[in-house]
Structures are given as C-alpha cells and as structure tokens.
C-alpha cells in the first residue's frame, strides 16, 4: 500500500513562501500522478495542482504563477514551492496519488499538514 506524510505547512505572513513536502513509502511514487489539494474549514475542498507521470502539469488559477509543482522519484518525493502567500491560501493542505490527474478523487492520501498565512 502506498502511504503519504505530508510536512512543510507553518504559520507564515502575507508575502512569505513554503515549500511542502510529501514523503511516500509502501510503494514506489514513479508510477502515480501526484495531486495537491486543500481545504479550509466550512469549504470544498479544492484541487490546487497536479504532476502527471508524462510530464503533464497542471495549477489551479488562483495559484498559477505562484506556486511550482516538482516530483523527485529517486527520492519518492513531491513538493509545492508556495511563493507570495495570501491569506487566501490558508488551509489545510493534502497530497494525493492515482493514476492520472484527472480522477475525481485519488486513490491514496496523507494526513495533510496545516497552511496559515497572517500577519
């Protein structure tokens, strides 16, 4: 089974960047799209990007041009580069694994590490 560890979520100030992480083990990353996702309390939740297998990216409008999605399978790792935050951005963050970025809701999930941006 393919489990997923966030980390990387902190409290920040409007303007600051971090860079989450998302650690799996039990199987092999090289095959899955790796999705980011996030909730904040009350909300649906909402894609924030996703790396294929074949190179294929994707973000969401609302952070395009600020956030970068990377993969490192030699390491079994991803990571969301999060630059300029918002407090727009703040919510609890998840990443996610499946087939392909465009499944309704991927197969495997991590426990989510928690984003706040505030000044």
């Known amino acids: 089974q393919l489990h997923l560890v966030e980390s990387g979520g902190d409290l920040v100030q409007p303007g600051d960047s971090l860079r989450l992480s998302c650690s799996a083990s039990?199987?092999?990353?090289?095959?899955?799209?790796i999705q980011w996702f996030r909730q904040a309390p009350g909300e649906e939740r909402e894609g924030v990007s996703c790396i294929g297998n074949d190179g294929y990216i994707w973000y969401a409008d609302s952070v395009e041009g600020r956030f970068t999605i990377s993969r490192d399978n030699a390491k079994n790792m991803a990571y969301l580069q999060m630059n300029n935050l918002e407090p727009e951005d703040t919510a609890h963050y998840y990443c996610?694994?499946?087939?392909?970025?465009?499944?309704?809701?991927?197969?495997?999930w991590g426990q989510g590490t928690q984003v706040t941006v505030s000044s």
């Open positions: 996610a694994a499946d087939a392909h970025c465009t499944v309704p809701s991927p197969r495997y």
């Open positions: 039990g199987s092999t990353l090289d095959y899955y799209a």
